[in-house]
């Protein structure tokens, strides 16, 4: 196969996979990193929705843990109803 068709086959069984798990009787949302895994995943819910996506991000005290950034950027990139909990900090440092 080429490149283009496996980036296209991926594609495809990605949407279909997103679309399958939104399928509900109850509003879905999605929790946001930030980080590529959740960040497509979101895109895909969007594109997918007639609704702003839900979705929601847990910030850390440490910086090193921190993604809320990262995840307030996806969320206002793919207009997404976004929360985010107060920091935490982290248990066992």
């Known amino acids: 196969m080429s490149d283009s068709d496996w980036v296209e086959g991926f594609t495809s069984h990605f949407k279909e996979a997103v679309n399958l798990r939104m399928r509900s009787d109850v509003p879905v949302g999605a929790f ?3 980080g590529v895994d959740s ?3 979101v895109s895909q819910m969007a594109a997918l929705s007639e609704q702003p ?5 847990i910030g850390f005290e440490e910086a090193d843990y921190d993604e809320s ?3 307030a950027y ?3 990139r793919y207009n997404t109803d976004h929360r985010l909990t107060e920091s ?3 248990i066992g440092n």
């Open 39 to 41: 960040s497509a995943v």
């Open 69 to 71: 950034d990262y995840a």
């Open 53 to 57: 996506v839900r979705t929601c991000a």
């Open 74 to 76: 996806v969320a206002g």
């Open 32 to 34: 946001l990193s930030g």
């Open 88 to 90: 935490l900090p982290m």
